[in-house]
Every structure is written in C-alpha cells, then in structure tokens.
C-alpha cells in the first residue's frame, strides 16, 4: 500500500471544527482513501472513504485535493467523544495475496478535544 | 444489529496452553479478517476469510489457526500459547474484501501469556 502521512497529535476546543490533514503524495489512481479512528480500549471505528470526490456523512467530511496527494478529514463539530487515534490509509483495488482487505495503520494522529 | 462481536474480552494463558478466540458478526458479511495490536506497532493482519469454508494466512499466521464453517462466525485458534502472543486481538468484518468498502471492528480481546 502507498504510503500516508500524518501529524503526530492535534488539538481542538469542543464544538469547535477540526481539520485532520493526510499527505500521500505517491497515491495511486486506484487507491481508494479510507479514514479510521480508534477511541482509547476500543477497536477501530470506519469514518468515512473516497477515490476522488469529496465525500460526506453522519460522521464527518472527507476533502481530497484535486490531484489527490492529500486529503483532510472534517469534524464539524468536536466534541468529547471525538479525541481518538485517526488513521488515514490508502487501499489499493489490486492488492491480493496476504494483502486481502488489508488494512496498513500507521501511527495515525492522536486528536485531543479540550472542553 | 449486534454487529462484530468478540468473546473473551479478557483472557490470561499460561504457555503452551490453547484456547480459541470467538468472533460472530450479524451482518451476513463475506469478508471477515483477524488482527493483533502489539504497543507501537499498529495492527497485523493474522488470517481472513473471503466466505464460508475459505480461509488464508495474512502477515503473522504463526501459531494460530482458523476455520470458517458459517458465513457468522470466524474463530482464531491459538495452538500453544507463547508469551510473543500477548496482544490485543481484533476481528473485523467487511461485505467483500474489496477495497472501496469499510470494514467493522469488534471491541477486541486483551490476551496476556504468562
């Protein structure tokens, strides 16, 4: 899978949006962009995903760049509930072998929401 | 829907003891997959299933074994339990395996080998 980067942590005040921006600038024209979070003793949470559009739901909105290096993940609105490891992870259609449905986590960013 | 679940949510072993990790999900899901955490080192892909009665090895199959006789249920076998083994342990379930969908997690199972 292509590689993604991520800030370590960010910080954001409750109900107040937040930007979570993800580098990944040797992305391929099949990979898909997924987005996880991780709240603290829990297993990884689905966000959202995209290919090339920007994408929206009940949980959040994905923004991808228009040559698709980069990507932002959106919370409109933080609140408590939202501080969680993000993962920002490409996943190639083509990927077969030990790689099937694979998900690479990186280190990911540590989000804290401050009330 | 209950969605992934996962028993035990604790468990201690002593080694070379075995036991069996339980994943069900209700969502009549064809990909099903297991992970381990280990500190600082994200999760690795274990084993996974594309459907009933097909399994395959993911990076780290040593030393666990799985089956998938329902379209439900997934579990992982530890053969003889190895304090390398301590991990927390993850399943997850997808409609395919396919890349432009998401995949769901179960709450995990804390392993602890002494």
């Known amino acids: 899978d292509a590689k993604t980067t991520q800030p370590n942590s960010m910080e954001s005040n409750e109900e107040e949006p937040v930007h979570l921006p993800c580098n990944h600038s040797t992305i391929s024209g099949t990979d898909y962009i997924h987005w996880y979070r991780q709240l603290p003793s829990q297993g990884p949470e689905y966000v959202i995903h995209?290919?090339?559009s920007n994408v929206n739901n009940r949980m959040a909105s994905l923004a991808i760049a228009e040559d698709r290096k980069s990507s932002t993940l959106i919370l409109h609105r933080a609140t408590l509930r939202d501080a969680a490891v993000y993962y920002c992870?490409?996943?190639?259609?083509?990927?077969?072998?030990?790689?099937?449905?694979?998900?690479?986590f990186g280190q990911g960013t540590i989000l804290t929401v401050h009330p | 829907n209950a969605g992934v679940t996962q028993t035990p949510k604790f468990q201690v072993l002593k080694t070379g003891q075995s036991m069996t990790l339980q994943c069900a999900q209700d969502m009549n899901h064809e990909y099903m997959s297991w992970y381990r955490q280990d500190p600082g080192m994200g999760l690795r892909l274990i084993h996974y299933s594309v459907g009933a009665g097909i399994t395959d090895q993911g990076e780290v199959p040593n030393g666990y074994n799985v089956s998938r006789s329902t379209t439900e249920d997934f579990p992982l076998r530890l053969l003889s339990a190895a304090p390398s083994q301590t991990s927390v342990y993850f399943c997850a379930s997808s409609y395919s395996f396919s890349s432009g969908r998401e995949q769901y997690f179960g709450p995990g199972t804390r392993l602890t080998v002494t």
């Open positions: 995209g290919l090339t």
């Open positions: 992870i490409l996943r190639d259609v083509g990927a077969g072998g030990t790689s099937y449905g694979k998900l690479t």
